[in-house]
T-cell receptor, first 114, second 113 residues
Framework: AQSVTQPDIHITVSEGASLELRCNYS??????LFWYVQSPGQGLQLLLK??????LVQGIKGFEAEFKRSQSSFNLRKPSVHWSDAAEYFC????????????FGRGTSLIVHP | EPEVTQTPSHQVTQMGQEVILRCVPI?????FYWYRQILGQKVEFLVS????????KSEIFDDQFSVERPDGSNFTLKIRSTKLEDSAMYFC???????????FGPGTRLTVL
């Protein structure tokens, strides 16, 4: 079965600074990978996804992520963080040869200082 | 933009009572899901539903849980006899295809007293 590790429980950045949220996955083949964002009291919103092709994926709100097979990683990046980016970020992996049900990581809480 | 809706936003119930959580998926979507998120923990898959039947379920989805699509638009999750540990946020999601993109609703916060 697949699994996801988000090693950082909390990340604090200053507004305008760059951001990288880490995600490592475990899956035997090429996975399907997702990043979701959850604002307080809200549901999950898809930021971006990787199924195949270009390993650098562009998403909404200025986010991007890069699939690195050799490192089993799918880190999320943003060059300049806005205060409204403060939220919980979840990485998820789904089996490309299976049920496509995503397994979520525990999430990283992003705190943005003015 | 179409979205998944869920009602109620917050449900408080007594232990042992039955609850029904309701979801209206996006209209042309074919796959439907329920997830739960216990406070401070990760989102966990409960069940998926396709073509009017359960296609997959997790270990969490035991005999106390059931799902139904009673009228072609609503998608419900029933918990027959709630336990304290059922307190969580329950999310519905729908997907037009597989593999696809799951669109999540805003969730129902269930509090079992």
């Amino acid at each position: 079965a697949q699994s996801v590790t988000q090693p950082d429980i909390h990340i604090t950045v200053s507004e305008g600074a760059s951001l990288e949220l880490r995600c490592n996955y475990s899956y035997g083949a090429t996975p399907y990978l997702f990043w979701y964002v959850q604002s307080p009291g809200q549901g999950l919103q898809l930021l971006l996804k990787y199924f195949s092709g270009d390993t650098l994926v562009q998403g909404i709100k200025g986010f991007e992520a890069e699939f690195k097979r050799s490192q089993s990683s799918f880190n999320l990046r943003k060059p300049s963080v806005h205060w409204s980016d403060a939220a919980e970020y979840f990485c998820a992996v789904a089996a490309s040869g299976g049920s496509y049900i995503p397994t979520f990581g525990r999430g990283t809480s992003l705190i943005v200082h003015p | 933009e179409p979205e998944v809706t869920q009602t109620p936003s917050h449900q408080v119930t007594q232990m042992g009572q039955e609850v029904i959580l309701r979801c209206v998926p996006i209209s042309n979507h074919l796959y439907f899901y329920w997830y739960r998120q216990i406070l401070g923990q990760k989102v966990e898959f409960l069940v998926s539903f396709y073509n009017n039947e359960i296609s997959e379920k997790s270990e969490i989805f035991d005999d106390q849980f059931s799902v139904e699509r009673p009228d072609g638009s609503n998608f419900t999750l029933k918990i027959r006899s709630t336990k304290l540990e059922d307190s969580a946020m329950y999310f519905c999601a729908s997907d037009p295809a597989r593999p696809g993109t799951q669109y999540f609703g805003p969730g129902t916060r269930l509090t079992v007293l």
